[in-house]
């Protein structure tokens, strides 16, 4: 057929593309998705494999998943010193304002709140007549049964209050304020007593602290050690404000000395540790939905929300796993060795939740270090003001002035940190005849 030069050519004829390019593309996808997951499944079950073996080590270190047994035990009312304190607190809230479990310690009376502040600063000094005050203030009618009342509980062998750990860590602790601002409130009164020449009466009201203090190292969580640290060094400070004048003999000490050489940080600390595995860390594990894990991670901001998704979803099963393995190892390390360094997570691929939920710990270790050498340091101090010779030790010196007063002070911890080493402020204890 002729073509007409008049007409335009005719349009080349399209070519459709062949049906078995689209098979083989889909064919190749499906093999890359199979492919792809059968390494998420190698990866899972390797991830778990390494995970049953974590758990094997962190088991033989003696820590154990059961909530059961780590939360104390029942204790009788006749026993429990936290009865005797929730009702001494509840004389020094506004309107007697009772101690509610789990959700109030009540208000403290406003008479009372300036009070706080001058016993936090125990390091400032009160004249003679606003020292009067306070302690006809401490001492009114309408407080003073309180403080007969934790002479009472400091005598008693355990100090458990009503707490339902399963809820932890969306549980309230009232009575973390409730002895909080009785070590505050008390350890003043028990400076203001020694500068009112009733020695007697204050040896023993700071030994009554330091005994509440120890009895609430039951509980087996961070939170606790770390008020309990809080509590320990506001009696601590106002004892060295009284040891630096002669106002004890040796007699009035030996409670004090008793009750500080009864701690036993190591046994706390693994206490802490194994609490802290169990209540908090592998529950999280165990229901990551429950705790937001992504405000744990940081992530909550938007900062990577799509590796957030992938944490928490099915295909981030196996960085999951290797992570609560990381998380099992490196307590199993710090339980076997608590006064040792952390174990290093560096050879544990990302392990980012386990980073998270250990950081706290590590900053708790070194409050705990800090705490021991403060209280070797009383002990040492009240050695010297009983009339005896202190001596120095691996972490503290001892010096004599020209004057009789012993000074002892902390060395310089390689590694630590100025505002940490700053903490530890020297005792200077004049010579006792």
Known sequence: MNHDPAMPPPAPAVRMPSRRWWRRLALGSAITLVLLLCIHLIWYVTARADLAQARAVSAAAGLTEDPAQVIPPPCADADNAALCYQRAYGLLTLGGEPYVPGRSAGRLDPRLDGLLVIAQKATESLNVSDGA????????EDFRRAWKLVAEGARLPRCRFDNDWSAWPALSLPQLTLLYNFAKLGSLRARLLATQGRAQEAADQFADLLWMARQHCEEPISLTLLINQGMESVVL????????????????LQRVQSALSARQRTAEWKRVLQGEFTLFGCKVFHDPAAFQIDQLLGLSNGDSPAFWWFYASWLGAPLRANDE?????????????PQ????????????ALTETLVRGLNLLHDA??????????ALLALHAASGGTPMSTATLDVERDEKGVWIISHKVKPGR???QQKKLQPWHIPSRP
Do not use: G, I
Not at 325 to 337: C, D, Q
Not at 368 to 377: C, F, K, P, V, W
């Open 133 to 140: 005050a306070a302690l006809a203030l401490l001492d009114h």
């Open 237 to 252: 400070d106002n004892l060295r404000q009284v040891l630096e004048q002669p106002a004890f003999a040796a007699v009035d």
């Open 325 to 337: 393995a990381a998380y099992h190892r490196w307590f199993a390390a710090k339980y076997h060795a």
């Open 340 to 351: 040792s360094s952390s174990p290093d997570l560096a050879a544990n691929w990302w392990p």
């Open 368 to 377: 705990q270090d800090l705490a021991s050498e403060r209280t070797d340091a």
């Open 417 to 419: 940190k100025d505002n």
